[in-house]
């Protein structure tokens, strides 16, 4: 089962700020936080990850609480092309683990 | 970029036929794996693989098996499709984490 949980739907209008709520309360301490999101009938891509700390390139930022319980992603201009299902995901770092998604959230950008 | 290429965009196929879904990654990857996606059940992994010839089941490994030969190219079999098996089946490969998954760009199986 995921261990995040996510809103199911959110709307974000063009050109302004898509924050993206996650909550993974029993994250353990060698767990990453992962982004990805899936454009309708394409395969999921990778945004971005982290620990502990923030984390900024060039598709987005994540902001992750000082309790690491929780993490936002924020996309800062979203486009009508950032609508897409998001995925918020634990995992350890290391290369081989398995990504288990969970649900997602569907962000709608509106003109 | 990485590219992770799965052979079809769309398959149909009928009950109880043998069938292969293969998928390649240009990057050497170590890491492969396959999903399949279904309307309200989301990505659900079937079998991933560390190394050629390695495989680990994943959480629906019922009705499937795969095949590592060679590094590059990781193939999801069906030895008897069932329509139960009609879904989206997604590839992904990976060399660290630190990176994240690519996934493929999906193969559309349909079984009638």
């Known amino acids: 089962d995921a261990k995040t949980t996510q809103p199911p739907s959110m709307d974000c209008a063009e050109g302004r700020a898509a924050n993206l709520p996650c909550n993974h309360s029993?994250?353990?301490?060698?767990?990453?936080v992962y982004w990805y999101r899936q454009i309708h009938s394409q395969g999921p891509q990778y945004i971005i990850h982290?620990?502990?700390n923030n984390e900024t390139n060039e598709m987005a930022s994540l902001i992750i609480t000082e309790d690491r319980k929780s993490s936002t992603l924020i996309l800062p201009h979203a486009t009508l092309r950032d609508t897409a299902v998001y995925y918020c995901?634990?995992?350890?770092?290391?290369?081989?683990?398995?990504?288990?998604f969970g649900k997602g959230t569907k962000l709608t950008v509106n003109p | 970029d990485v590219k992770v290429t799965q052979s079809s965009r769309y398959l149909v196929k009928r009950t109880g036929e043998k069938v292969f879904l293969e998928c390649v990654q240009d990057?050497?990857?170590?890491?492969m794996f396959w999903y399949r996606q279904d309307p309200g059940l989301g990505l659900r992994l079937i079998y991933f693989?560390?190394?050629?010839?390695?495989?680990e089941k994943g959480d629906i490994p019922e009705g499937y098996s795969v095949s590592r030969e060679k590094k590059e190219r990781f193939s999801l079999i069906l030895e008897s499709a069932s329509t139960n098996q009609t879904s989206m089946y997604l590839c992904?490969?990976?060399?660290?984490?630190?990176?994240?998954?690519?996934f493929g760009s999906g193969t559309r199986l349909t079984v009638v």
């Open positions: 992904a490969s990976s060399l660290t984490t630190d990176y994240g998954y690519t």
């Open positions: 029993t994250i353990s301490g060698n767990e990453y």
């Open positions: 982290g620990l502990k």
């Open positions: 995901i634990v995992s350890p770092q290391g290369g081989s683990e398995k990504l288990v």
């Open positions: 990057m050497d990857h170590e890491n």
């Open positions: 693989s560390y190394d050629v010839k390695m495989k």
